[in-house]
């Protein structure tokens, strides 16, 4: 199983294993790591599951569809790297992966 | 003694989100968490939306996998229900007659559709939505060919009257108001999801009340209004609101109106006992006012109000109400409540076909925005109202002013 590191903002790491084809965003729930808070469960609709991706990460992540782009645009604290975890599918190629949050979700 | 846990009474979104929380802020001891559903928390969005469809499985409306429940530690008591609290005693009973002592105890119970108070409610074919088992019965009645009638013109009807054409039926929604979502949407807002929805061939009746439901060998088969008209249905879907779950509070002598009253840290008047999600009435810290809302966003909000309370951290920031929702293609995304607006001002989306609908006070403040498939006016809105900015409607209307710029309050 891929292993996926979420990285909280006052730097406290967790490294888990996430089953492929979930989501980023459900290895987070999942494992009770907080900082994403994934108010919609997934749907693309609140932007409350942002996390910032390491850079050398992004290209594997895909690109994020025209929905998130547009939330993503006026998260309060997005950044180049920003992605909402929810549109990260899991795969193999993401075992390594490692995701930081930003300080608050709202 | 060994040390007493925290109690959650209901295990749905709020619920199963109080429990969570607590482990993330660092509760050590033991958390009870006693449901009367026989299911772990899920996701009940999905039930008038993608899982009715087909398009959803019940693992996906699960909020999380059952060895999550082990691995946290948390005690999951399925099909109990909580039939009294002792507050002397700090104790909970169930219906199996056991008690169970806390050291604080959280209600998170929901709440029930309401009833339709006509005869022939109680005739086979006529149901609610609420929980996963409504679900199933109203997706096995929803074959291809069926007649659906919905009574009442909320979200969860036209979500449900959207799924239902989905699937192949035909569909009438009878509102007893002049709009639909008359409580909780503006004029445009409604006005524009009933023309979408008559296009998709729903038929909906505005300003018609249900005098009484008529039956044929025991099943309903049609809905009889007032004003003497019959409307021929096989299934009725009764989708007039939700009644806050207080009657366990009242017992114990908690104040409620129209459900639990909680303050910001969702405690209600007893230290020991806190109330979140859709059973309580809460302070809005905007507006200043106070309210029942039912949202996930609401609930997870409470849940972390009263974990971070318990645990003696900082209460989380407040956030802005805010509520999404799915017919068609239609992604409708409404944060803010608009009391009594002075104006309500129109901006089409900067991509895609989409609007919104942005509701100003009489001093401009941004109160409301109501979005329409325009995820980044949303997103704007959202940030307007939480910073009470002041924003002219002419200007908001204006394309060519960004949104970004006012959000930052550039402009
Ligand atoms: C069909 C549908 C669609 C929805 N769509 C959306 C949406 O798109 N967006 C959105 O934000 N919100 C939506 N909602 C609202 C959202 O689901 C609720 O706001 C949320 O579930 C509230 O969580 P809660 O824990 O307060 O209540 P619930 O999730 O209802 O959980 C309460 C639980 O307590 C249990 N309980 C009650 N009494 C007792 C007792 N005495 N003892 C033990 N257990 C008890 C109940 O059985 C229930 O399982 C929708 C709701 C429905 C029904
Ligand atoms: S969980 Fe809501 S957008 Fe990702």
Redesign the interface.
Known sequence: MPNITYVEFDGTAHQVEVPVGHSVMQGA??N?I?GI?A???G?C???TCHVYVEESWLPQCGTPG??ER??L????TAAPNSRLSCQIRVTEALDGLVVRMPE?Q? | MTERPIVIAGAGHAGGAAAAFLRQYGWKGGIVLVGEEPILPYQRPPLSKAWLKGEATAESLALRPARFYEQQKIEARLGQRVVAIHRAEAEVELASGERLPYHRLILALGARARALPVPGADLAGVLALRSAADADALKAALTPGAHLAVIGGGYIGLEVAASARALGCTVTVVERESRVLARVAGEALSAYLAEHHRAQGVEILLGAEVEALEGRAGRVAALRLKDGRTLACDTALIGIGAVPEEALARAAGLACANGILVDLAARTEDPAIYAIGDCTHRPLPLSGRSMRLESVPNALEQAKQAAADICGRPPPVPEVPWFWSDQYALRLQMAGIAFAPAQSVRRPAAEGEGFAVFHLAADDTVLAVEAVNAPAEFMAGRLLVAKQRQVPAAVLADPARSLKELAAGQA
Request: hydrophobic share 35%; glycine share 10%; net charge negative.
């Open positions: 729930v999942e009770n907080p808070d108010d919609c469960g749907e609709a609140c932007a025209e929905q547009s939330m645009g006026f998260a309060a608050a709202h």
